[in-house]
């Protein structure tokens, strides 16, 4: 089939999917795409794969296929490298159909913020930046569910894929380059393992506002979860349908079983949610007869005024420092990682592993100039006010 010009292979039943896959043992590299609606159900629903393998295009109507994990299956075999784009989600499908992950990834978007191009970047910019090309922007608010296709859907999922591979070649030699190859490796196993553990474990203190609730409020807030995820489950819709994040947090700061209470905090007066107030009240309760030992560690919330100041001087100093190094402040670390760092440098609060400054190559880049200003022996300085990078690291003494 032809698509302006553009050949690819349509995969759109099983037994094509079967031969497709075989087709795939004996290429090196996959890199893939997807197309999903994350809108009104209780998760994202696989609509489209698209696949670059061997400079052939695929689309795998997901749609149509009962079973992908042939080509799951085929992300994983040993010595294969996967390239995507912000390719949690992608690799969210392939954890939850095998339970594993492969074990080479390159993403596109992290590697490019190891070479000092902004992170997160949208892969339009990278397709521009790097190749010198505009690709269509129509189709981004599509319902990729429906079929069949149509002929600009088609261009915008092949746009998506065929660019892979070459802004992955890009990359990789400019990572080379710079000797940072180790590097992206040592991204992609951790995000790796974040994701796996993420998928695999209760997500609860991700909920927004969590931040101040005591132990106890915290195993509330953890029943109302559970709750809310079998709920969500069981109807097959988005989680925010069931109870949003602030309601959830409001009842757990409360701590009452009682239903007027519950029914009284404002957003709970929603006439779907009377038949769920007893569930609800009975969450609460379970959580209100945890033991005490057993109790949530509550987060902790308080910054100190000297920490807050610590943690924007340095991380304006991380600025500089990402700009001398070629690399994306956004891909290093966060204000709050700053934080953490100097939190435990000064022994105020650290946690069971090293901050994340603190580990790998960010501690060789970062961490450890920060350990030197902290002790004295570095010091910053205004060099010219009118540059992007106008602060200057240098030894206390040393000739300006």
């Not at 197309?35 to 695929?58: H, M, N, T």
């Not at 070479?115 to 010198?132: D, F, H, Q, S, W």
């Amino acid at each position: 089939m032809r698509c302006h010009l553009v050949q690819y292979t349509s995969v759109t039943t099983s037994d094509e999917l079967e031969a497709y896959c075989r087709r795939l043992a004996s290429v090196s590299q996959i890199a893939f795409d997807t197309e999903f609606v994350a809108e009104r159900s209780y998760r994202p629903q696989l609509c489209l794969i698209q696949v670059a393998a061997d400079g052939e295009l695929a689309l795998i109507d997901a749609v149509g296929i009962d079973d992908l994990t042939p080509f799951w299956q085929a992300l994983l075999a040993p010595g294969r490298e996967i390239v995507v784009h912000a390719g949690r989600g992608e690799l969210e499908f392939c954890y939850r159909a095998t339970g594993t992950l492969p074990d080479q990834v390159f993403d596109v978007q992290v590697a490019a913020g190891l070479v000092g191009i902004e992170y997160p970047v949208g892969y339009a910019n990278l397709i521009t930046r790097l190749l010198g090309e505009t690709p269509a922007k129509h189709e981004t608010r599509t319902d990729w569910s429906r079929r069949p296709l149509s002929h600009r859907q088609i261009q915008y999922a092949l746009d998506d894929i065929r660019y892979l591979p070459p802004i992955r070649e890009k990359l990789h030699a400019r990572l080379i380059e710079l000797g940072r190859l180790g590097w992206l490796e040592e991204e992609m196993a951790a995000w790796r393992g974040e994701l796996a553990w993420s998928l695999s474990s209760e997500r609860w203190r991700r909920i927004s506002g969590n931040a101040g609730l005591n132990g106890r409020a915290l195993a509330v807030l953890r029943e109302l979860w559970r709750w809310r995820e079998g709920e969500a489950q069981r109807r097959d819709c988005p989680v925010r349908h069931v109870l949003r994040d602030d309601l959830l947090v409001e009842l757990a700061r409360r701590q009452s079983a009682d239903i007027k209470r519950i029914r009284a905090v404002r957003g709970m007066e929603r006439r779907d949610l009377d038949r769920q107030l007893p569930k609800i009240a009975e969450a609460i309760r379970r959580g209100l007869a945890v033991a005490a030992e057993d109790l949530p560690g509550a987060t902790r919330a308080d910054v100190t005024p000297q920490l807050s100041v610590l943690g924007q001087f340095l991380f304006a100093v991380l600025g500089t420092i990402c700009r001398q190094q070629s690399l994306s402040p956004g891909l290093v670390g966060t204000p709050n990682d700053v934080r953490e760092l100097i939190a435990c440098r000064l022994g105020l609060s650290c946690g069971t592993r090293p901050p994340l400054l603190a580990r790998g190559w960010r501690a060789e880049v970062v961490g450890s100039v920060f350990d030197e200003l902290l002790h004295g022996r570095v010091a910053v300085r205004i060099g010219d006010p009118t540059s992007e990078a106008p602060l200057i690291l240098e030894s206390p003494g040393a000739d300006p």
